[in-house]
């Protein structure tokens, strides 16, 4: 364990002592007085109880003590009278009540105590007073095991941040911090800010802790009477999407103006808006588990356990667990043997579920495991004798779907952009839209939004502030899909690939629901990505109430409004839609903050479809446009020539057209 752990452990173990020696004030067994120590004011404690009995072993002492004192180790009831706050929040007071000690009889009058405490020593020599004082702090309640791995954590991303000690304090107390966390662990969002509420572990905590995508107006950080906590501003996991553009900007700068420290903490990187990155003081990650993790838990929940001995998980088993799962293994009173016994359990059954609701042919799992994402779950385990393993539900599973249950959607992942070395002859590139021809403004939406892409990668520029929904329409064969693939090749991120007739298959309203849903779902866990949904006019318009299937119709369209107001909110997903038929969808999906940018693409003219064939035929073209040699027929000659083809092809298929329409 590195020093920074040993610091917080010794921390957390401070403030139960403290609090155990407040409570016992309170309770009658210690009386304090404050004390002029070099210029320092500190608090000296003294026992109010009979220390005669005392023998000076710490064993038998502590035994006696708790037997008979345990109940002023208790803390007074509390009365808690909510009074109505602007704001909708209720101002919390509270009134003491004295609880008496179990056995007052061993009390003795103050006067006679402090007879005995003064100058007296046990038979070994040690001072009666710190030894009886002593006692409290033994008989104090243990750090909670929740509390030991927050704080573990947090030592390991501020060492993994290559932050001082020094640089940490300073940055804590004499500035108003704006600090950012990730680690991809389960948990770890609900654990620390649990840490943050109940302990003192940080400066000026615990924290009254106010959730950014909760707050409507600055009346929040109103500090009522009786209420002694510091309040604090946390932006925490896929909430913080709830609150962008000016509404960020507006309630960062009201938490700050005020004095309350700004903490923006999430599992997934991504999830942390870039403004939140561009202002943080303190910018602390961290990634999964590892044996020495659980060792250091290990080290403190059992100091006296020999670590040798002990079959601790691997580096490769031990990231499967979550801060979830820590917690439910390592129970005050639970023996080491029965703590790894579970561990192993959740590690099991971790993996089973990881790899069932992945599929052992897809070929993505094991590029999760290596990223390093990989979830885990807390549910319970399976019961006594069943050889079926339990399957998780979709709320333990973290957004991953069933096997049996998939969304159909196809995830294509870009092909990697030509180097030096694949400049090798017969290699053919990738298509990208710097290659496409005649695409005209939806060519220059992409490259804006490939530079857009850049800056956002390097906290330039903010999500909210990008174009990144678009609707293309246009005949069949104008390569509408052939511009996806493009745009997934250009811009270097997953395309997750759909259609109308895909969702509509399930031909049940909650199958379709269902499946619109997932792609979303499954799309937003690739973020960077794209989603590409094609035929999206089949989603027709909503219909009137007295129309044959109006309620099915209805609720789709509604459904596909309500999941793309979802995406324009998602930060990294890029929502492109392709039509034949522009006019049959519905003019809600194509407002602001829809699909809002509408890019028709055109037939394609003679350069066009040159430069299209030139493209996909590569070197072999230059023998249809070099030079004519003297005394060699040229094509023309021969009655071959491309732009003839070409323009031949245009007139024949104008021809039909127009004799189509006059039928």
């Known amino acids: 364990m590195d020093k920074l752990a040993r610091l917080f452990i010794r921390r957390l173990r401070h403030l139960a002592r403290r609090e155990a020696r407040r409570v016992a004030l309170r309770n009658g067994l210690l009386d304090a007085k404050m004390v002029d120590v070099d210029g320092h004011m500190l608090c000296r404690y003294s026992p109010a109880f009979d220390t005669t009995r005392l023998s000076g072993d710490p064993v038998r002492d502590g035994t006696w003590f708790r037997r008979n004192f345990g109940p002023g180790l208790v803390a007074p009831k509390e009365a808690s009278a909510p009074s109505t706050g602007i704001g909708g929040e209720g101002a919390v007071t509270m009134e003491t009540t004295d609880a008496p000690l179990a056995l007052p009889l061993l009390a003795f009058p103050r006067a006679r105590g402090g007879a005995i405490v003064q100058g007296a020593l046990l038979g070994n020599g040690i001072d009666r007073r710190s030894y009886a004082v002593g006692l409290v702090d033994q008989a104090a309640a243990a750090p909670l095991a929740t509390h030991v791995v927050s704080a573990l954590v947090l030592a390991r991303a501020v060492k993994d941040g290559g932050r001082s000690l020094r640089e940490l304090v300073y940055t804590l107390t004499r500035v108003t911090p704006v600090v950012t966390l990730h680690a991809p662990l389960d948990g770890f969002e609900r654990e620390v800010l649990r840490l943050l509420e109940k302990s003192r572990l940080v400066p000026d905590g615990p924290f009254a802790i106010i959730e950014a995508d909760q707050m409507f107006d600055d009346n929040h950080f109103d500090v009522h009477e009786g209420e002694v906590r510091k309040r604090l501003m946390t932006f925490s996991g896929a909430g913080v999407h709830r609150v962008t553009g000016n509404a960020l900007r507006r309630r960062m700068l009201s938490a700050l103006s005020r004095g309350f420290p700004v903490l923006a903490i999430a599992e997934k990187r991504s999830d942390i808006p870039s403004l939140l990155q561009i202002s943080a003081d303190l910018s602390l990650e961290t990634g999964k588990l590892d044996r020495s993790f659980v060792t250091d838990l290990v080290e403190v929940l059992y100091p006296e356990e020999a670590i040798e001995t002990l079959g601790l998980p691997s580096d490769s088993d031990a990231r499967w667990l979550s801060l979830e799962d820590l917690v439910l293994a390592f129970r005050p009173g639970r023996h080491i043997r029965d703590v790894l016994h579970v561990l192993a359990i959740l590690i099991e059954r971790n993996r089973d579920d990881f790899e069932e609701d992945n599929g052992d042919g897809d070929g993505n799992s094991g590029s999760d495991k290596g990223s390093g994402s990989t979830p885990s779950t807390t549910s319970a385990e399976k019961p006594t004798g069943s050889n079926e393993k339990p399957k998780a539900s979709d709320s333990e599973s973290n957004t991953r779907w069933k096997k049996d249950k998939p969304s159909g959607a196809e995830v294509v992942q870009p092909e990697p952009l030509p180097t030096s070395t694949m400049d090798a002859p017969g290699h053919k590139p990738p298509v990208t839209v710097e290659t496409l021809s005649g695409y005209g403004k939806a060519k220059e939406w992409a490259l804006d939004l490939k530079t857009d892409l850049d800056d956002y990668r390097a906290s330039i520029l903010a999500w909210s ?175 071959f020539s491309l732009k003839k083809i070409v323009a031949d092809h245009l007139k024949e298929d104008a021809e039909s057209e127009r004799k189509g329409a006059s039928r």
């Open 465 to 639: 502030e990008m174009s990144t929904k678009l609707l293309l329409s246009g005949p069949p064969g104008t390569g509408k899909t052939t511009f996806a693939r493009a745009l997934c090749n250009s811009l270097q991120v997953p395309l997750v690939v759909t259609s109308v007739s895909t969702w509509l298959q399930g031909g049940h309203l909650n199958d379709v629901i269902e499946k619109m849903a997932k792609t979303f779902v499954e799309a937003r866990a690739m973020a960077p990505a794209i989603l590409f949904i094609d035929e999206i006019d089949g989603i027709g318009k909503r219909q009137p109430a007295e129309r044959e299937h109006a309620d099915y119709w209805n609720a789709v369209v509604n459904k596909l409004l309500e999941l793309l107001d979802g995406a324009v909110k998602s930060e990294g997903l890029i929502v492109v839609g392709a039509t034949n038929r522009p006019d049959d969808i519905d003019e809600a999906i194509k407002r602001s903050g829809r699909l809002e940018t509408h890019i028709e693409i055109p037939r394609p003219d003679v350069p066009t479809l040159a430069d299209i064939l030139a493209h996909h035929l590569g070197n072999d073209v230059m023998s249809l446009i070099q030079q004519p040699v003297p005394g060699i027929p040229s094509e023309v000659d021969k009655g």
